[in-house]
C-alpha cells in the first residue's frame, strides 16, 4: 500500500502529545523527518513519517536528547525502518474511504474519525469512491447502503472481492444480514454512535480480516 502524506500537523500534535511547534523545530533543525505539503503549504506527514515521530518522542521521552534520538532514526533508517517496525496503534496513520452521501453525516463521521488520528477520504458517490481507492487504497472503507440509489451492497462486494479490503457497513434500514452476505466485515445501524464507530473500525483495522464477530 502506498505510504500517503495525509496526515496534518495538527493531528500529529494531538495524538503524538508534541507540541506543533516542537515538530516544526525538529523538522528545521535536524532535517530528518521532512513532511510533504498540500497545495496551500500545509504540512501533511506519512504514516511511516508518524512512526519515526513516535520512535523520536520515546527516546525524547526516556532521556534522549532530541540530537541524539534523530541520530538514531537517521541510523534505523539506513538500516530498512518500515511501518511495521514500531507497535503502532490502529487509528493513527490508517486512512478510512467514507462513503456517505449524507454531507452533514459525513462531516460528523469524519470529525470524530479524525479526532482519533485517522485520516479520512469523503467520497458522496459510488463513482466517487471508486475514484478514490485508485488514487489512494484506504485501510478500511465506511459504506452506507443506500448510497447511489442504493448501491452499497453491490460496492461492499466489489471492495471485499477485488480489493479484499475491510468494509464497515451502515444504513437506516435493517441490512445487517444483506451487509454481511454481500461481503461488508461489519454492519452498523444509523444514526452512527460515534464511540461505536470508532470501536467498530479499530477492530476491523486491528484483525486484518473479517471478524466473525457481528458489532451491534
Same mark, same amino acid.
Given at each position: 500500500? %502506498?505510504?500517503?502524506?495525509?496526515?496534518?500537523?495538527?493531528?500529529?500534535?494531538?495524538?503524538?502529545?508534541?507540541?506543533?511547534?516542537?515538530?516544526?523545530?525538529?523538522?528545521?533543525?535536524?532535517?530528518?523527518?521532512?513532511?510533504?505539503?498540500?497545495?496551500?503549504?500545509?504540512?501533511?506527514?506519512?504514516?511511516?513519517?508518524?512512526?519515526?515521530?513516535?520512535?523520536?518522542?520515546?527516546?525524547?521521552?526516556?532521556?534522549?536528547?532530541?540530537?541524539?534520538?534523530?541520530? /538514531?532514526?537517521?541510523?534505523?533508517?539506513?538500516?530498512?525502518?518500515?511501518?511495521?517496525?514500531?507497535?503502532?496503534?490502529?487509528?493513527?496513520?490508517?486512512?478510512? /474511504?467514507?462513503?456517505?452521501?449524507? %454531507?452533514?453525516?459525513?462531516?460528523?463521521?469524519?470529525?470524530?474519525?479524525?479526532?482519533?488520528?485517522?485520516?479520512?477520504?469523503?467520497?458522496?458517490?459510488?463513482?466517487?469512491?471508486?475514484?478514490?481507492?485508485?488514487?489512494?487504497? %484506504?485501510?478500511?472503507?465506511?459504506?452506507?447502503?443506500?448510497?447511489?440509489?442504493?448501491?452499497?451492497?453491490?460496492?461492499?462486494?466489489?471492495?471485499?472481492?477485488?480489493?479484499?479490503? %475491510?468494509?464497515?457497513?451502515?444504513?437506516?434500514?435493517?441490512?445487517?444480514?444483506?451487509?454481511?452476505?454481500?461481503?461488508?466485515?461489519?454492519? /452498523?445501524?444509523?444514526?452512527?454512535?460515534?464511540?461505536?464507530?470508532?470501536?467498530?473500525?479499530?477492530? /476491523?483495522?486491528?484483525?486484518?480480516?473479517?471478524?466473525?464477530?457481528?458489532?451491534?
Amino acid at each position: 500500500m %502506498p505510504d500517503l502524506s495525509v496526515y496534518s500537523i495538527g493531528i500529529l500534535a494531538r495524538t503524538l502529545g508534541i507540541p506543533a511547534a516542537t515538530l516544526r523545530t525538529w523538522e528545521e533543525r535536524y532535517g530528518v523527518v521532512v513532511p510533504g505539503r498540500s497545495p496551500a503549504g500545509h504540512r501533511l506527514y506519512s504514516r511511516l513519517q508518524v512512526e519515526q515521530l513516535r520512535f523520536v518522542s520515546a527516546q525524547v521521552s526516556s532521556g534522549v536528547s532530541p540530537a541524539d534520538a534523530h541520530r /538514531l532514526l537517521r541510523e534505523r533508517a539506513v538500516t530498512g525502518m518500515t511501518q511495521r517496525d514500531s507497535p503502532f496503534p490502529a487509528g493513527l496513520g490508517s486512512l478510512v /474511504l467514507l462513503v456517505e452521501r449524507d %454531507p452533514y453525516a459525513a462531516s460528523f463521521c469524519e470529525h470524530f474519525l479524525t479526532s482519533e488520528g485517522y485520516g479520512v477520504t469523503v467520497a458522496p458517490s459510488v463513482e466517487r469512491a471508486l475514484a478514490e481507492t485508485v488514487r489512494h487504497l %484506504p485501510d478500511v472503507a465506511v459504506v452506507d447502503l443506500m448510497i447511489s440509489g442504493g448501491q452499497g451492497l453491490r460496492l461492499c462486494t466489489r471492495f471485499h472481492q477485488q480489493l479484499d479490503l %475491510p468494509v464497515l457497513a451502515t444504513s437506516t434500514m435493517d441490512l445487517r444480514d444483506d451487509a454481511l452476505a454481500a461481503g461488508a466485515s461489519a454492519f /452498523l445501524d444509523k444514526p452512527l454512535q460515534p464511540r461505536r464507530l470508532v470501536s467498530t473500525v479499530q477492530a /476491523l483495522l486491528s484483525r486484518g480480516t473479517r471478524p466473525t464477530a457481528r458489532p451491534h
